[in-house]
């Protein structure tokens, strides 16, 4: 994968004339994975949308290497290198498993690197074998768990350089979310930068490099992952523990 570093510079977003996110400068090397922490409202999602542009007014600087992305419009950052994983899955629910993967692919088959479809098809199913065995399997019927594997292995389809998940343990066993972490660290060996928006404190950051913790639409806290996981005051403070 390429390496390029995803970079934001005092960004800020709105919803209207409702400004949510302010002043956030921070960066990520490629090949590492960040843990976005906060209470719900703090502006994680919001954050993961400054950054593709989906639903919201931007301001700042987001860049992925050279590209220029809050020049982008939300549609054509997949084709940048970026993939968006939505809490609640979005999954195309009358169609199969297979064909939901291949809506994934489009951005491949438009640029002209069709020929990277099957191996991003053959790495989803490597990292989620149910899929491979459901493949036929409309995907409105799946459980909770293999939607949120699909939604996931849909977004990678894209080839991207950079996965943005939002809240992807929300209304799933612990098991299930064990198997989706597990996943996501083989991603993070190959290469792949990662940004997790979680609630899951352990679990985000066991997968995680460094952290951050968000407080009223504002970075309140950056360190390494292992130290906001240890940190009980910050638990405390920001996070609800």
């Not at 709105?14 to 090949?31: E, F, H, K, M, N």
């Not at 299930?176 to 997790?196: C, D, P, R, Y």
């Amino acid at each position: 994968m390429a390496v390029e570093t995803l970079a934001l510079t005092r960004v800020g977003a709105s919803y209207g004339q409702v400004q949510v996110l302010r002043d956030i400068t921070l960066s990520l090397p490629p090949g590492k994975t960040l843990a976005v922490l906060g209470a719900n409202g703090s502006g994680k999602t919001t954050l993961l949308r400054a950054i593709t542009g989906i639903m919201v007014r931007r301001e700042g600087e987001a860049k992925l290497g050279a590209i220029e992305l809050h020049k982008l419009e939300a549609h054509e950052s997949v084709h940048a290198g970026i993939s968006h994983v939505p809490e609640g899955k979005h999954l195309f629910k009358p169609l199969t498993v297979a064909e939901n993967l291949d809506i994934g692919a489009i951005s491949l088959n438009r640029s002209g690197r069709s020929a990277e479809a099957d191996e991003a098809r053959a790495l989803v199913y490597e990292l989620f074998p149910v899929l491979k065995a459901r493949e036929k399997q409309v995907s409105g019927t799946l459980s909770g768990g293999e939607q949120q594997m699909l939604a996931i292995g849909r977004a990678l389809m894209a080839r991207p350089r950079v996965l943005l998940l939002d809240e992807p343990s929300v209304g799933l066993a612990p098991r299930v979310n064990e198997q989706l972490f597990a996943a996501l660290g083989k991603l993070k060996l190959l290469g792949m930068s990662i940004v997790v928006a979680e609630q899951l404190i352990k679990l985000a950051c066991d997968l995680a490099d460094e952290a951050i913790v968000m407080h009223l639409g504002r970075i309140a806290m950056q360190a390494s992952a292992a130290q906001v996981r240890d940190d009980p005051e910050l638990k405390r403070l920001y996070l609800g523990g």
